[in-house]
């Protein structure tokens, strides 16, 4: 039936043993410490060991090997051992450490985030800085075992990654084969509602000091129920690479990963009270429980390969070339959507929806960067040619019409082939064909030894082919295409007052579907409308003390967004590519440590965001939403982290997250309550290698909606939970 239907806990014991092997080889080898040559990369800047915050770089930010500090622009980088530090087990748990940003999951979203004012497609999630032009689903929180980093760039960013990027960048970058030194480590937990992780991992290099090869692996297997009744999860992930220093002045890297997930009888939300006024609230016989199908489920199945072959003919020029394809089976069979009935003692069950995705994404990224002069100025170049083929097809069985009404303490309430009209049958609605292909140069030249000129431009070459498979309409025809050619860029100053404190100024610029998905867009949403476009200016502020114990960021911005499509004032059926979304914000970072046992850290950030031109269709009636706040954008975030060492082996933590209520229509009149949780871990370390915690999450059980959907129902967060968690070094 699908890909996706093996179940996860398959890969990890096919994987074991090789790791197991692995293990025992690195543990008779000694650990050797990099020499402090300068090191090359095959994709981006890898952070390895204790490094300032501020002195890290980021790929996701510019291609010209830049420290944060040096960069002109609010570039967040969560290495592996923040992850590890704060118990992160997914990459939407990884997300909170970008300042201003909120993320929920419900299934038919990946990591749904809402960033500096925007969200969805306004949002680019990239994987090892590559987009498969479908975020939206394909980000689905994956295991975080399997990742070196989380990086993220604040507002435009078009002029790196092409279409998308109004809002901001992500990009999960994945732990890789290296040269510099053996390593292993194992990672197992279990915690509440019997979810259970084993995770392992190994690089060796093949022939001790002198290797000329390396093998890394990373596996890890998930199983888990939660506080939903009836929901359980199983997930496996599996990555490896094989580097191979083929010449001292070229190397090669083959990567490949496998993630899978199933998801049975997966949590929509939960139905709000009704009628539905004011602040959304859910009833407390509702919270818990399931209302989909026994047989509800969701699944998913990841393949990526990567060659990455690197060339370094001068000690000033660096060649990259990158071949990559992916491809992804992902399948739905639930009813989705649940609401009250009037005297709110049942629930109306609806959206009953058979949906099957499948993508493959081919392409290849060529990049040359060359450290120079020009003028008599020192200067960075990088410049590439980025050719990709994103093609999808879809094959949705959606039946919108009421299915039953249940009781509010349903436990099983019928199964998917029990509604009338449902068979599993895979009918295919269109295919979507993207043909891309950018030209893109980073130039970086200081004017002074403390002033620095930052300057981006791209061209994107966009065409989309849609094949329609069903019924041929004037809404739907058989066959339509669409060319956009997008020119975005960047141009920023960066003054480096002390080589510890820098100030800079932004200008940059992104396009970006007027509405949806080019992947997935059909001809009504687009019809002859050309991309939007996105303006931001910021400005901003980074310290770092001398001796990289504290450090502190803050900036401000604004960002406008230009020609969405909107209802049509004059023929509500229609839509218009005229309407105006803006947002202004200030974000700050610190790391705090008094103390060398005693380390504080967190984030906060404000954003007023507006719809400054949107027509809504209402019952066939256009009407301004003109001034309102996008839906699900709080306007406050903020986040704190506590750790304190009190002997040689203890330590402990606690954590804060706080965010502020968010609109849950574009009328406004319904909203959802802010909420702050709490969670706090206590750890042990057994030995230099071993280490034992205890972690509490939302530890005052509070109950809330991390995501309004609609005026119906409410995505509620998790309860209360603890886990226990082995961690182990080679």
């Not at 992930?237 to 190397?251: D, E, H, I, K, N």
């Not at 750890?683 to 119906?712: C, H, I, M, P, Q």
Request: one cysteine or more; glycine letters at 10%; aromatic letters at 8%.
């Amino acid at each position: 039936m699908s890909r996706a239907t093996p179940r996860a806990s398959c890969l990890s014991v096919a994987v074991a043993a090789a790791l197991s092997l692995a293990l025992s080889a690195h543990a008779a080898e000694p650990v050797v410490l990099p020499d402090g040559a300068r090191a090359t990369e095959l994709d981006t800047v890898e952070v390895k060991g204790h490094k300032a915050d501020l002195e890290q770089t980021a790929g996701t930010g510019t291609r010209l090997s830049l420290s944060l500090l040096q960069t002109p622009a609010s570039v967040t980088v969560i290495d592996r051992d923040t992850l590890d530090a704060r118990g992160v087990r997914t990459t939407q748990e990884a997300l909170a450490g970008i300042p201003g940003l909120t993320v929920a999951s419900p299934p038919g979203n990946g990591n749904a985030v809402t960033y500096r004012g925007f969200s969805g497609s306004q949002i680019t999630q990239l994987f090892n800085g590559i987009d498969v032009q479908y975020a939206s689903i394909a980000a689905r929180p994956v295991d975080a075992w399997q990742y070196e980093r989380v990086e993220a760039i604040g507002g435009p960013s078009s002029f790196l990654y092409g279409a998308g990027a109004v809002g901001g960048t992500i990009n999960y970058v994945t732990r890789l084969a290296r040269l510099d030194r053996d390593e292993a480590g194992m990672q197992a937990s279990w915690g509440s509602f019997r979810d259970g992780t084993l995770a392992m991992g190994a690089n060796v290099r093949v022939g001790g000091d002198d290797a000329r090869q390396a093998i890394r692996v990373d596996a890890s297997s998930r199983d888990a129920e939660s506080g939903i009744d009836g929901q359980e999860r199983e997930a496996s992930t599996l990555a490896a690479s094989w580097l191979v220093q083929v010449a001292p002045m070229l190397r090669h890297m083959l990567a490949v990963e496998f993630q899978q997930e199933d998801s049975h009888r997966p949590y929509w939300g939960t139905p709000v009270r009704q009628p539905a006024t004011g602040r959304l609230s859910v009833l407390p016989q509702t919270v818990g429980r399931n209302y989909n199908v026994a047989d509800g489920y969701y699944g998913q199945d990841v393949r990526w390969v990567r060659s990455l072959l690197e060339w370094t003919p001068g000690e000033h020029d660096t060649v990259r070339n990158t071949v990559y394809h992916y491809d992804a089976l992902r399948d739905y069979r639930n009813v989705e959507s649940y609401r009250l009935t009037a005297d709110n003692d049942g629930v109306i069950r609806s959206g009953t929806l058979l949906q099957r995705h499948d993508q493959q994404v081919y392409g290849n990224r060529l990049e040359w960067s060359h450290d120079g002069a020009l003028f008599g100025l020192p200067t960075r170049w990088a410049t590439g040619l980025d050719v990709s083929y994103n093609r999808q097809t879809r094959f949705p069985l959606s039946l919108s019409a009421t299915v039953d009404t249940v009781p509010l303490d349903a436990v099983t309430p019928g199964r998917f082939l029990d509604v009338p009209g449902t068979s599993i049958l895979y009918t295919p609605d269109r295919t979507n064909r993207l043909h891309t292909q950018a030209l893109y140069l980073e130039n970086l030249i200081e004017l002074t030894p403390s002033l620095s000129l930052l300057t981006g431009l791209r061209r994107d070459r966009i065409v989309l082919d849609v094949v329609n498979h069903r019924a041929v309409t004037a809404t739907n025809p058989a066959r339509f295409e669409r060319e956009y050619t997008p020119t975005t860029g960047r141009v920023a100053l960066n003054w480096a007052i002390t080589p510890q404190a820098s100030v800079y100024a932004q200008y940059s610029t992104a396009a970006d579907p007027p509405a949806g998905i080019l992947s997935t867009a059909n001809f009504a949403t687009l019809r002859d409308f050309d991309l939007t476009t996105g303006r931001q200016g910021e400005i901003g502020a980074k310290f770092q003390s001398r001796d990289a114990r504290h450090f502190a960021t803050l900036a401000a911005y604004r960002i406008v967004r230009r020609n969405l499509a909107i209802t049509d004032p004059a023929n509500p059926g229609q839509t218009l590519p005229v309407g105006q979304q803006s947002s202004r914000g200030i974000e700050a970072t610190f790391g705090w440590r008094p103390l060398e046992a005693l380390k504080v850290e967190g984030n906060l950030a404000w954003v007023d965001a507006t719809l400054d031109d949107f027509y809504e269709n209402v019952g066939g009636v256009p009407v301004s939403r003109a001034g309102n706040r996008p839906t699900n954008t709080p306007s406050r975030v903020g986040n704190l982290w506590v750790d304190y060492a009190f002997g040689p082996r203890w330590s402990a933590g606690l954590d804060v997250r706080g965010v502020s209520s968010r609109y849950a229509n574009t009328a406004n009149t319904l909203s959802t309550a802010g909420y702050a949780t709490w969670g706090a871990h206590l750890g042990f370390k057994w030995n230099g290698s071993t280490e034992l915690s205890v972690r509490g999450r939302n530890l005052g059980d509070r109950t809330y909606v991390v995501y309004a959907l609609g005026s119906t129902m409410a995505y509620l967060g998790d309860p209360r939970s603890w886990e226990i968690v082995l961690r182990k070094t080679f």
